[in-house]
C-alpha cells in the first residue's frame, strides 16, 4: 500500500502565500516524476508543477514565476510554494506521484485526498 498525505492548504487573501506538502509512504521500490494538479469547481483537473527524481521542473504558464515546486528523495516528500496567489489559483489541489510500488514491474500513478486552497478578500 502506498499513501500520500497532503498537508498545508487553506484561506489567504489575494497576494499571499501558501506552502502545501505531500508525504509519500508505504510499500516504494521507487519514486519518479512528483507533482501538483488542482481542479476548481466545474473544470477539468489540470497540472499545476511536476518536478522529475533528477530536479527538472515544469509549470503551468498561469503559475511560472509565482509558483515554486521542490521535493526531497530521501524523504519521498513534495512541496508547492505558492506566492502572489490570485482569485484564479482557487481550487482544489491534489498531490501526484508516479511510483514503483513493491511487488510491481511497473509505474503506476499514486493521489492525494486533495487540499483546498482559496485566495479571496
Known amino acids: 500500500q502506498v499513501q500520500l498525505v497532503e498537508s498545508g492548504g487553506g484561506l489567504v487573501q489575494p497576494g499571499g502565500s501558501l506552502r502545501l506538502s505531500c508525504a509519500a509512504s508505504?510499500?516504494?521500490?521507487?519514486?519518479?516524476?512528483m507533482g501538483w494538479y488542482r481542479q476548481a469547481p466545474g473544470k477539468q483537473r489540470e497540472l499545476v508543477a511536476s518536478?522529475?527524481?533528477?530536479?527538472?521542473?515544469n509549470y503551468a504558464d498561469s503559475v511560472k514565476g509565482r509558483f515554486t515546486i521542490s521535493r526531497d528523495n530521501a524523504k519521498n516528500t513534495v512541496w508547492l510554494q505558492m506566492n502572489n496567489l490570485k482569485p484564479e489559483d482557487t481550487a482544489v489541489y491534489y498531490c501526484?506521484?508516479?511510483?514503483?510500488?513493491?511487488?510491481?514491474?511497473?509505474?503506476?500513478?499514486?493521489w492525494g485526498q486533495g487540499t483546498q486552497v482559496t485566495a479571496s478578500s
Open positions: 508505504g510499500n516504494i521500490l521507487s519514486m519518479n516524476v
Open positions: 501526484n506521484a508516479r511510483l514503483i510500488s513493491r511487488g510491481s514491474w511497473y509505474p503506476a500513478d499514486y
Open positions: 518536478i522529475t527524481s533528477g530536479g527538472s521542473t
